[in-house]
C-alpha cells in the first residue's frame, strides 16, 4: 500500500503496518550490497555433516575414482556453486581421479565452465585425472543405468570421446568402482540419487544442498544414507573455511565466506522486520484494533 | 480391450520389476537393463510432444491475438534460435555464441528470479510472520534462532546460539521431516500397488 497524505497523520503503529513493501525491498537490496563493498574475513564455525564429507574425501588414496553430480541450475548458482567449486578444488587437491556429469537440463554448460577453470587451476588433464560426461535426461534412468554400467548411457563424454578409449575410465564401470558420489543439487534428483543409487547399489552418498532443502535431509544424514551434508551458503562457507590455506595459496576469494558477510546483513535485516511488525501488531492489538 | 491391454501391460511389469528386484540373477539383471533401455526410448518420445505442444499453444496464441500474445512470439524466437545455435555440441563449449547467450542472459535471469524471493520473504515477513498464539510463537522464536544460529554474527552474540540452532535442525525438525517422508512413502507405495492392481487408473485419463 502507498503512503498518502492521510496515513503520515496515522500512529506509528499503523503506519509500520501500512509501510509500503517498495521501502523493505530497498532495505534487502542495500543490506545485499553494502556487504560487498567490505573484504571481511569472517569465522565460520565447521559443523559435523560437512567435517564428515571433508573428512571422507580428505582419507581417500590418491587416484581414488569419485563422482561429482552436479546437478544444479542456473537459479541455485549462488548456493551451489561455491559448494561444488570447494568440492572440487578439493578433490583435485588430494589427485583424485573425479568423473564429473550433471541431469541438471540448465546445468550442462555450468559444469563445463566449472570443470575446465577448477581443473586448469591445477594443472589436471581431461581424460587421465578428470571426464565430464555431461547431460542426459531422465534422471532416474541415468542414476540406475550407472549402477549397471557408466556405458548404458554414457558411450562417450561430453567431448564424443567413446568412454571405453579414456584411459581414466578403463577399470571404471559402475558405483562399485567409486569410493562415493557426492550430489549438488536438491529436489527430486537428489532423492532419485538416494533411492536408485545408495539403496540400490550402495554406493556410499553425500550432498551438497540449497539452504532451503537442507532441512528435509537431516533425518536421511541421522539414518546413514548419506556420510555428509554440505547446505546452502553456509556450508559452502564452512568447506572454504577447512580449505582456507589452499584458496589463500592458489589465490582464489573464498565465495562463500564473502558471501556469508551478505547473509549476515540480510537475516539481521529480516530479523529486525519480524520484530518490528510483530511490535506494531502488538501495540495495535492493544489499542483494540485487529 | 483398450483398457485391458494397457493394465495388464502395467500390472505385468509392475509385479515384474517388484520380483526382480530381489532376484540377483543374470537373466534378472539382464531383464532389468532391457527395461532401462526400454524407459530411456519411451522417455524420448516425451520431448519432441513438449515441444510440439509448446509450439502449438505459442501459435495458437499469435492466432487468436490473445493477451500477451508478443510473448508467444519471443518464445517462438528463442525456442528456434536456441535450436538452430545448439544443434552442434561444440556450441557448449566456452566462447561460443550459445553460450555466451547462456552465461550472459540466461543464467543472470535465473538467478535474478530465484534471487527474488529474498525480497519477498523480507516482506512476507514483516507483513504475516505474526505471534498470533502460542504455536506460531514457538515457529517465530525458532526460525530467529535458527537464522542467528547459521550466520557468522550468531556465533558472536553466543557460542550457544549455533548449537541451539543445529539441535532445532537435528531433533525437532527432523523428527517432523521424518513423519512427513514415511508418509510420502507409505503414500507412494499404496499408489503404485493400486496402479499394479489395477485400481487406480487416472493415469490412463478413467476415473
Not at chain 2, 519477498?120 to 535458527?146: D, P, Q
Request: charged residues 15%.
Amino acid at each position: 500500500m502507498m503512503n498518502t497524505p492521510e496515513s503520515t497523520h496515522l500512529p506509528l503503529a499503523d503506519r509500520l503496518l501500512t509501510i509500503d513493501r517498495r521501502f523493505i525491498y530497498l532495505f534487502v537490496m542495500l543490506a545485499a550490497v553494502i556487504p560487498f563493498m567490505f573484504k571481511v574475513e569472517l569465522d565460520v564455525e565447521v559443523t559435523p555433516e560437512v567435517m564428515s564429507v571433508y573428512s571422507f574425501i580428505d582419507k581417500l588414496k590418491p587416484g581414488t575414482p569419485i563422482l561429482l553430480a552436479a546437478d544444479y541450475d542456473p537459479q541455485t548458482q549462488a548456493e551451489n556453486g561455491p559448494q561444488a567449486e570447494a568440492l572440487l578444488r578439493h578433490m583435485f587437491k588430494n589427485n583424485l581421479r573425479v568423473i564429473i556429469m550433471t541431469l541438471s537440463q540448465d546445468g550442462a554448460a555450468m559444469a563445463e565452465m566449472l570443470s575446465t577453470s577448477i581443473s586448469a587451476e591445477y594443472n589436471k588433464i581431461r581424460g587421465e585425472d578428470y571426464v565430464y560426461l555431461g547431460y542426459k535426461p531422465y534422471f532416474g534412468i541415468i542414476i540406475l543405468s550407472i549402477g549397471q554400467n557408466f556405458r548404458i548411457s554414457y558411450p562417450a563424454d561430453f567431448y564424443d570421446t567413446p568412454l571405453d578409449e579414456i584411459p581414466m575410465m578403463k577399470n571404471i564401470h559402475n558405483y562399485s568402482d567409486l569410493a562415493c558420489v557426492i550430489q549438488i543439487g536438491g529436489g527430486n534428483v537428489t532423492h532419485a540419487w538416494l533411492t536408485n543409487a545408495h539403496e540400490r547399489y550402495k554406493v556410499p552418498l553425500a550432498i551438497a544442498v540449497t539452504a532451503v532443502s537442507g532441512p528435509q535431509y537431516y533425518a536421511t544424514l541421522q539414518s546413514g544414507q548419506i556420510f555428509g551434508l554440505i547446505g546452502g551458503l553456509k556450508g559452502a562457507a564452512e568447506y572454504e573455511t577447512l580449505l582456507r590455506d589452499e584458496y589463500r595459496r592458489l589465490g582464489i576469494i573464498a565465495r562463500a565466506i564473502q558471501g556469508m558477510n551478505v547473509q549476515n546483513f540480510v537475516h539481521i535485516l529480516i530479523i529486525l522486520l519480524t520484530l518490528v511488525g510483530n511490535a506494531a501488531f502488538f501495540v495495535k492489538k492493544r489499542q483494540g484494533g485487529r | 480391450m483398450k483398457r485391458r491391454i494397457p493394465m495388464l501391460i502395467v500390472s505385468i511389469t509392475g509385479i515384474l520389476m517388484t520380483i526382480q528386484y530381489f532376484i540377483p540373477h543374470p537373466w534378472s539383471e539382464a531383464m532389468y537393463n532391457n527395461a532401462l533401455d526400454w524407459l530411456v526410448i519411451i522417455g524420448i518420445f516425451a520431448m519432441p510432444l513438449g515441444i510440439y505442444s509448446m509450439i502449438r499453444i505459442q501459435v495458437l496464441k499469435i492466432q487468436r491475438r490473445s493477451r500477451g500474445w508478443g510473448y508467444a512470439v519471443i518464445s517462438l524466437i528463442s525456442l528456434f534460435a536456441m535450436l538452430g545455435l545448439g544443434y552442434t555440441q561444440e556450441c557448449l563449449e566456452s566462447g561460443t555464441f550459445f553460450m555466451k547467450i547462456f552465461e550472459f542472459i540466461y543464467i543472470p535471469i535465473q538467478a535474478t528470479m530465484f534471487s527474488l524471493l529474498a525480497f519477498y520473504i523480507a516482506s512476507a515477513a514483516y507483513r504475516a510472520f505474526r505471534a498470533r498464539n502460542i504455536l506460531a510463537t514457538i515457529v517465530l522464536a525458532g526460525a530467529i534462532i535458527v537464522m542467528l544460529g547459521r550466520i557468522p554474527i550468531g556465533e558472536a552474540i553466543s557460542p550457544f546460539l549455533p548449537d541451539l540452532a543445529a539441535w532445532i535442525m537435528t531433533v525437532p525438525n527432523m523428527a517432523a521431516q521424518r513423519a512427513i517422508m514415511i508418509g510420502l512413502g507409505l503414500g507412494a507405495a499404496s499408489t503404485a500397488m493400486k496402479i499394479v492392481l489395477g485400481i487406480e487408473r487416472s493415469y490412463m485419463g478413467m476415473e
